[in-house]
């Protein structure tokens, strides 16, 4: 399940902050899949092929969809307490969507 997740997303941690890297490959996959579906449905007009590829672009959605679900849980609590910022764009491939969770600061360590 791991290396799913990672096809879809990168975390990574450090003492200070929480970096979600959105994979951009799998949202052209995703947008490559769609025109494909249409094509062939409407385009071609090939309803045995379309329904056989329908089930196959649901799944991978279903897919993207579970795989991101932990991630934006994270992201949501985040942002909700006003510690998200972004970077990037989801369309590009040099430079990637990232959530930038600033962690939250220890009270019992500013004691000490």
Known sequence: MDNIVKFFFQRSETDSEIRIELKTAPFYLLLAMIAGWLAISFILKSNEAGSIFLPVLIGFIMLRFFALIKAQKEVLAAMKDRRLTTQGSKF???????YIIKKKVDDTKLEK
């Open 92 to 98: 590009s491939f040099n430079n990637p969507f990232i």
